[in-house]
Nanobody
Framework: QVQLVESGGALVQPGGSLRLSCAGT??????????MGWYRQAPGKQRELVAS???????TYVDSVKGRFTISRDNFVNTVYLQMNNLRPEDTAVYYC?????????WGQGTQVTVSS
């Protein structure tokens, strides 16, 4: 069974930066074949897909993070990253990684990102 472990969340001031990591194990096929995504869920809101990266390293982003967030992957260590720059209070959420589309049994614990002065 796939296990995904997110890390890197923290309390940061507006305008700051963070780099999130998500390491995975238990994949049935080679990790490079999977489309991976970063999702977030803010209090009282539905979980949303923030960024996605496919096998060709083509990336997509939700409009609210374009130009500020960058998703990348290292297939040798089964890890996907999310570099977040110029953070805003509205980026506050628990961040998760998963396949895109997500697999219900692959959600991890997430990592908390809080943007506040």
């Amino acid at each position: 069974q796939v296990q995904l472990v997110e890390s890197g969340g923290a309390l940061v001031q507006p305008g700051g930066s963070l780099r999130l990591s998500c390491a995975g194990t238990g994949f049935r096929y080679d990790y490079s074949a999977y489309v991976m995504g970063w999702y977030r869920q803010a209090p009282g809101k539905q979980r949303e897909l923030v960024a996605s990266i496919n096998r060709a390293r083509t990336t997509t982003y939700v409009d609210s993070v374009k130009g500020r967030f960058t998703i990348s992957r290292d297939n040798f260590v089964n890890t996907v990253y999310l570099q977040m720059n110029n953070l805003r209070p509205e980026d506050t959420a628990v961040y998760y990684c998963n396949h895109n589309p997500p697999q219900l049994d692959s959600w991890g614990q997430g990592t908390q990102v809080t943007v506040s002065s």
